[in-house]
């Protein structure tokens, strides 16, 4: 005779109510990419990076850092004196170098449209790693402050970009525990839901509005003209993959940050390090940041036919088909931003953009790609194992003349359970 609910214990009880309300978030993942082209579109191409392409082109540390550059002097300082992912020193010294070249209004010409040097940057790094330290330490010696201030609701981030921009501040927003702020800017209804519309704005250097009520009820319209910032957020990558959906890492606004995943270095253990020598770490950063400050700068940085041609021959092999399109064309424009600084930290006084420079820049961008599949292996982890499950059947399938449908894949392929998840999977799979 089958129990009833009356019959149950309150311990098996407390199992099927926690269960079922589980069930209708297990595969939302999955639903939302069959729902979401643009979605299905990143999270394949990201899938597809080949591991072979990715394993060739670790460039992590000195590799994407110019000998006897002033980011060179930083890292040095922090590898002898720290046990702290060199990822956080190099990514804070990027951030404050855009940073002060967004302030000083410099620009390269590209594809016809002059553009701003700001970097989007999401730092994830082990809880204890050191982040709040570093950019601490090198923040104070920058020619440039990150004062955007912390904000609850769009309109103090508004009024924080309209109060930078009266009083002729660069925007650089740092921010601490970036996950909780993500979260709040991607929820429909947040107080902060509007300042998603507000950066998506800023990063592609359009002018933004916020309608208040006048003194007489009659509305009134503010604007910020020049809304570009630099930004550079760090979190612990447990805490990103908890507080993060997967959903929101793969739509258009998550994209457009670069990631970066840090890890602790094996070879500089926490026990070889009981003291921080700052006196050390200071004089790096100061004596690196007036080295950028010596170079020369020039309003707009242009890039040469040998410049030009670097970017071309990068454009076609770094990556293959599988990437999509919006996600290929934002990572090749931060190549073009990175190549800029390069040339800038590598003190060429000349005002063209040149083949060395993209070198540079096509190492970093291969990190980031590198770490963004990491990311989306860590929000995502069961994905991958579905996915080839269903790229397996289907191709079976395939070969025996028939098509494989939706209801087979529900049943064959551990995790999922209903018409709609099997549906997203197989589109997914299919390039659909």
Known sequence: MARTKKDETPLAAEIRRATKALKPQRNAFIQFLNNNIEARENVRGLLALSDKKLAASQWRGYAATPPGSPLEMVLHAFQAETDIPLELPFFAMLFYVSGYLLAQGVKVEFGGRLRSLETWTILLAPSGAGKSFTSSLIGRHAPVEAEFPECVSGA??????????????????????????????????????????????????????????????????????????????????????????????????????????????????????????????????????????SVPLHPVYRIGAEGEAAFRKLFRELFDGDVPESFYRRAMFLAVKYAAIYHILQGKANDEIDANDFGWAARLLAMHLSDAKKMLAGACSDLSRMLARVIELDRDYAARGEELKAWVVATRVHGIKTSAEAKGLLALARGQ
């Not at 994209?255 to 921080?276: G, H, L, N, S």
């Open 156 to 293: 103090a981030f508004f009024q924080a970009m309209q109060d930078h921009e009266q009083k002729g501040k660069p925007k650089l927003w740092f921010q601490d525990e970036f996950a909780q702020k993500l979260a709040l800017i991607e929820t429909a209804g947040s107080p902060l839901a509007p300042a998603k519309e507000y950066l998506l704005r800023a990063y592609d250097g359009n002018p933004i509005e916020y309608t208040t009520k006048g003194r007489n009820g009659t509305p009134q319209v503010e604007t910020v003209s020049d809304p570009r910032m630099a930004v550079l957020g760090v979190n612990t990558d447990e805490g990103f993959y908890k507080k993060i959906s997967p959903e929101s890492l793969v739509d258009g606004f998550a994209q457009r940050f670069a990631y970066v995943v840090a890890a602790k270095d094996p070879t500089r253990p926490m026990i070889d390090f009981p003291i921080y020598d700052e006196k050390k770490l200071d004089a790096a950063a100061e004596a690196a940041f007036a080295r950028v400050q």
